[in-house]
Structure formats: C-alpha cells, structure tokens
C-alpha cells in the first residue's frame, strides 16, 4: 500500500513535442483518483509514466516514499489494467491471473489459492480454464481486473478499462470497479476520457488538458467549483451553458446583460462565491449556467428570466427532459472551449453559432412540465448558481 | 414497374454468379494442369521400362505386370549405394537446415522487433538486404572456407592470423546444412520479424509489468503466439534444402559418395545414357514422400486467428 506521487515532471519526447507540463499531484494511500481529459491531454502518458513504460524527461515520481524514476515496471510493484485487456490469448483465464506470480516463482499452491480467490470475488469461478477468446467482453474485462488483483501490488493502474464495453455493461462495471477498490483498500489511479466515469468513480479527479494539469478536486467540487473555463465545460453532462455577458450595475449589486435587451440579476451569494466579478462592471466576462440551474419563471424574482425563447428540440430521456432554446447569446470561442468540446466537428458549429450571434442552451426540465417542440417558452435563471470566468484567461473570477 | 426489375434482378444474380464461380473454376483448371504430370509419373512408377517407353501411361490399366519391383530396386543397395542411405542422409542435412535457422531467426526477429539498441533499424536493413546474395556466388568461396579456413597474413610482421579456423568440412552432412543455415537467415529474420512486430504491444507491456524479462517474454509469448508463423516457413525451408542439389553436389561432391543426400542419388540412378532411366519415376515418389508427411504433419498449425481474444472484444 502506497502513495503515488508525482512532482513537477515533464514528458519531452525526442522530436521535442513536451506531452506533460510540470505535472504534480498525489494520489494519497488507499485513495481512488481519476485521471480525466479530452483525446491528447497526456493522461495516458502520465498513467505509463507511473507504469515505468513510458521514460520521465525531468521531475520525481514516487510510488510509497520511493523515486521510481530509473526502477523498471518490474521492480515498481504495480499492476495495470489496459484498455485493450491485453490478456494471453493461448493460455487459459488462471494461467492469465497468475502469470506474474509464477514468474516471481510463488509456490503452486499459493497461486491457486490467490488465483482461486479472486475469481471468486469476480465470479469468474467456472471460466477459469477458458481461452480469453471463448470470454465475452465482460468477462475479458474481469480477467483483466484479477491479473492486477492477485498480484496484491502497491498500487492499481488503470487505462481506460471500460471503454471497450458496451454502454449498459460499462455503467455494471463502474460501480463493480469502485466497490472493489473501496473493499481491497489499493492505492487507484484510473484514467479515462468519459468524465461520468471520472464523476461517479473516483475520491477525487485531476482534469488535465494539453499536458497541464487543470484541478484536482473531488467530484462535487469539480462541478459546483471548476477552477477554470475548461474544467466548467468539460465536467457534467450535459455541459454547462457557457456565453459571454456584459457585467452591469442592477439596483444595489450587479447584474448581466446575457443578449441584448436581456439583463439578469445576479444573486449575491453568486458574488459571494465569485468576489472578482465586481470589479468588471461595464466589462464583459464568461458566464455559466448549469441546465439544471433553470427553474420555472414563477419560482424566482422577474429580473431572473429569460423571456421568449423558441424551442428547437426537446430530448425526452424518461427522468428529465433535455430542452434545447435558442439564445442571441454569445458563444465563447477560445482554446479551453476547443479542448472541452474535444470533437473538431461540434467546435466548427460553435464558431458558426458565434459568427451568427446565437446559440442553443440546455434546460434540464420535469419531464410533466417540459413544453414542446416550436413552443416559446421563458425560463427563471437560478442566478445564485451562475458562474463567472474572465473571457480571456478563462480562469474563474475568485 | 417492380416485374422487369426483379427480372432483371433476376438475371444479374445469374450473371453475377457466373461471373464470381470463374475464379473457382479457373483454380480447378490450375490444378489439373499441375498436377496431371505429377500423376503421369506416380502412374508409371509401377510399370516396366518397356511400357513406360512404348505406350502412354494412362493406359495403365491395360497394363498386365503392375508392380513395386521399380520401387524395391530403387530401395535396394545395387543402385549408388542405395536410396535408404541417401534419406538418411536427407534428414541429416534438411532437420538442422531447418532447425537451426528457425531458433536463430526467432531470437533475431524478436530482437528486432521489440528490443530497444542503437542501430536497430540499420542491422535489421543490412541483414534482410543479404537476401540479395545469390547462392551460387558464394560456392566456391565456401568451400574454400569449409576447407583450409581463412587466413591472413599480416605484412611486414610475416604473422598469419587465422579468421576462420580449417573445419575440414568437405563431404560432410554439416558442411550442407550449415550452408543451408547461414543463406536461410536473412528470409528467415525476414518472415518472422513481420510476423512478431505485428503481435499486440499491449500484450508485451502487460508482460513487462507483470514482471517477465525479455527472455520469459520470448519463450512465454512469442514463441507460442507465433506457432502458426514457424511452422509456414518451417514447411518451406525443408522443402528447400530436403530437394537441394546444387549445394550437396559441390560440398560433398566426389569427396564422400556415401554421405549424398536423395536428390544426387536419384539422379545417378538413371546410369550411363539413361540405362535404368525408368527408375526415376519411383526414386521421385520416394523423394516426394517425405515433404508431404512433413506438410500434413504441420498443417494443422495454419489455424487462423490464434491471436483471438487477446485484445478488444
């Protein structure tokens, strides 16, 4: 058991391309941390850093109180569960889970009994003389879990495990996987690109983007307090609405002119939480609004609404109802909001979306209330929860 | 309107399978061709020097005396010393001409392939490129070396150093198979190199971690893994040097007659202005015999998709 720290190391690679940037964080004794960002941040790379598969440029890395830069993934003490399972095909499932025990020449019976227990706590029990290939992808999956738990390492590392599975199977195994960490008590790191995974997973999650660590928080405080304007549009799905406002004076505190002719009052426990926003009266600043941070027009003061907002699609998921209306607010168009999206197609739309002076927002509503499609609806903003970024930096105004 | 189109359909399924049962059919065409000679010869076998000159063999069943008396003679010990030795001798020089190359090229190829050294890439290009010596220029200079070494001698100082030390291999089974061996690995490195860089990486760095050096990688993964991969070139280079001629007849030459493998015997079998030539027909069946055990031997390892299961779903 042990912690995993890494302090102020960088990735170059031989053509010179820098993958990671002054990385520091930890990964406490026992703790379960999440390692999340878009396609190309360096998560992997950190992760086989920590494996000993990929080389450190600069900085320490420490697993349990000792500099692991120059020891070999051998000699780390540390297991790893791939995307791909990378199991071996020609032997069987025990074979799979104990083939680092027999190559560190533990005794027959202890490797049965080692391989014997965790099959059972994977229910693997009855497929442990399978080839790989005559497993289904769960149970490939599971294979892959026990190679790392028979081990009993130091610390678990985990790239993307879920990700080959399918949707309804991956949501089964999220839950199996964090229960299993929380009974084995094993030192986690976990990266992947989904952020529900990183949200529902870990003790604590680290959002990185472009090799730069962004924040590392816990689940809640990553949603309730992203550092920055990358971190508010990546965590949470649906994903914040994000559009550039001027910040103006409203009676005694401030208000926001989200469109022209629409201004809102800001409630002052949303000052409270982003003091730096008073200082940008008659500037224009990055605002945030979660779809579930709407409310009926009734539930909140007038100068809280937004009014007369077409309907152009309603997504009926059962629990909730997605509404998509269409705004004249302005889209923020920046790198953070590139790297957030992470899909070159839907940033395309964003810019065209800002070139034309509008853009949808997602209002999260009871699916009994939820209007419909070509209505005009107005909607209550629960301005106490809005967020403030500065447009440039995109860092939150605290 | 929906009449003439599932005509049409109709014909164009009709035509379609024409068009794709001509592969088919061509494949069967090449088959006959080949092997029509190749039964001709098996036909002959068991008939007597005069039928086989005066009438054609698919008149075989006209044929009253059918018998094995071609393929007892040519077993037998009154011809070149007989074939069962020349077998023997066969197997001496093809099973470590085949062997031998595999182990090494194996060792190589992973090397190659996923082993991190300065001038990986430069090694792995002069050594594939030796594919482009042909054999036959080095004959004599092999046999040069087999016999006498290689030696220098240093000017000035008047020293004769030694290179290569004289094996006095000429005539001997190893002198073949060693020359087999060395002009095999180049196409050997070759083959398995492609097969082993193309083997998940992902199961590699998995081993890597689960603590396995380069060598338990080798003989733990690669070697398993590429089963199906050895056993092709395995088929081929025993072929090749099982039906080798040229380079048996020039190393062990007039040297060691008892030391000839099957190929040179049979063709002395057929004796001064082809006197016994009708004894070809089964020194070749006997020849053929071996290489085709050997094929159904290792066929069974040509099974696709061993690497199932391993990576994705």
Redesign the interface.
Same mark, same amino acid.
């Given at each position: 058991m042990a912690e995993i720290v890494f302090d102020g190391v960088n990735k170059i690679y031989p053509d010179g391309t820098q993958a990671i940037f002054d990385l520091s964080f930890e990964v406490a004794d026992k703790e379960f941390v999440i390692l999340v960002g878009p396609s190309g941040c360096g998560k992997s790379t950190a992760l086989r850093m920590v494996?000993?598969?990929e080389e450190i440029s600069s900085g320490r890395l420490l697993i349990g109180d000792r500099v692991v830069n120059d020891l070999?993934?051998?000699e780390r003490d540390?297991?790893?569960v *791939? /995307? +791909?399972?990378?199991?071996?095909?020609?032997m069987s499932v025990a074979d799979n889970m104990g *083939?680092?025990l027999k190559?560190?020449k533990v005794s027959k019976e202890e490797i049965d009994r080692r391989v014997r227990d965790a099959a059972e706590m994977l229910g693997l029990t009855e497929y442990l003389h399978r080839?790989?290939?005559?497993?289904s992808?769960g149970q490939?999956q599971r294979v892959a879990m026990g190679?790392a738990i028979v081990?009993s390492p130091q610390a678990y590392l985990m790239d993307e495990p879920l990700s080959?599975?399918d949707a309804k199977l991956r949501v089964a195994m999220r839950g199996e996987i964090a229960a299993l960490q929380d009974r084995l008590e094993v030192t986690t790191l976990y990266v992947t690109h989904d952020q529900v995974e990183a949200m529902t997973m870990g003790d604590r999650v680290a959002v990185m983007k472009l090799g730069v660590l962004q924040q590392v928080a816990s689940p809640t405080d990553l949603y309730e307090r992203p550092h920055n304007l990358f971190v508010a549009g990546f965590i949470g799905s649906p994903a914040m609405n994000l559009a550039e406002a001027e910040v103006v004076r409203h009676g005694d505190g401030i208000g926001i002119t989200i469109q022209d002719g629409m201004t809102l009052a800001v409630d002052p426990a949303a000052t409270d939480r982003y003091p730096k926003v008073r200082d940008r009266v008659g500037q224009r600043v990055a605002v945030g609004i979660r779809p579930e941070h709407f409310a009926a027009p009734s539930e909140v003061a007038d100068d809280r609404v937004m009014r007369g907002l077409p309907v152009a699609l309603v997504e009926a998921l059962g629990s909730e109802s997605l509404v998509h209306v269409d705004t004249r607010t302005r889209p923020i168009v920046s790198e953070d909001m590139r790297a957030a999206i992470d899909d070159e197609d839907a940033f395309e739309e964003l810019k065209r979306q800002a070139a034309a002076g509008g853009q949808p927002f997602v209002v999260r509503y009871e699916p009994s209330r939820a209007p419909r499609h070509g209505e005009t609806v107005d909607v209550g903003v629960r301005t106490e929860r809005i967020h403030f970024f500065d447009a440039q930096s995109g860092l939150a105004l605290r | 309107m929906s009449a003439p189109t599932v005509r049409a359909g109709g014909v164009g399924r009709a035509v379609y399978r024409t068009i794709s049962s001509i592969p088919t059919g061509a494949l069967w065409v090449i088959v006959v061709i080949w092997a029509l000679p190749t039964l001709g010869l098996f036909a002959n076998s068991f008939r007597g020097p005069s039928e086989q000159r005066t009438t054609p063999w698919w008149l075989l069943l006209r044929d009253e005396n059918l018998s094995l008396d071609n393929y007892a003679t040519v077993l037998g010990t009154d011809v070149q010393g007989g074939l069962v030795q020349g077998v023997i001798n066969s197997f001496a020089i093809a099973l470590p001409a085949t062997v031998i190359p595999i182990a090494m090229a194996a060792f190589a190829a992973y090397a190659f392939a996923w082993m991190d050294f300065k001038g990986r890439e430069w090694i792995f290009i002069g050594t594939v490129s030796l594919l482009a010596v042909p054999l036959q220029t080095a004959l004599i200079p092999l046999l040069q070396l087999y016999n006498g070494g290689a030696n220098q001698t240093l000017p000035f100082i008047g020293k004769t150093l030694s290179i290569f030390p004289d094996l006095d291999l000429t005539g001997t089974t190893t002198a073949v198979w060693l020359t087999h061996a060395g002009f095999a690995m180049p196409l050997a490195i070759f083959l398995l190199h492609n097969f082993i860089s193309g083997l998940?990486k992902? =199961?590699f760095?998995?081993?890597? =971690?689960?603590?396995?050096?380069h060598f /338990?990688i080798f003989v733990?993964?690669v070697l398993?893994?590429s089963i199906p991969v050895l056993a092709a070139f395995a088929i081929f280079q025993f072929l090749w040097t099982w039906n080798d001629y040229l380079i048996a007849l020039t190393m062990i030459g007039p040297f060691a007659p008892d030391k000839m493998p099957a190929t040179v015997i049979i063709a002395a079998i057929a004796g001064d202005f082809g006197r016994y030539e009708h004894l070809l027909t089964a020194g070749a069946f006997v020849q053929a015999f071996f290489p085709i055990v050997v094929f159904f031997a290792l066929q069974k390892y040509f099974v696709r998709?061993?690497?199932?299961? +391993?990576?994705?779903?």
């Open positions: 494996a000993g598969l070999s993934p051998k540390i297991a790893m *791939f /995307q +791909s399972y990378a199991l071996y095909p020609h *083939f680092a190559l560190a080839k790989p290939k005559a497993l992808g490939r190679r081990r080959n599975l | 998940p992902d =199961i760095e998995s081993a890597r =971690i689960d603590g396995a050096d /338990q733990r993964l398993p893994l998709g061993i690497l199932a299961g +391993s990576v994705k779903g």
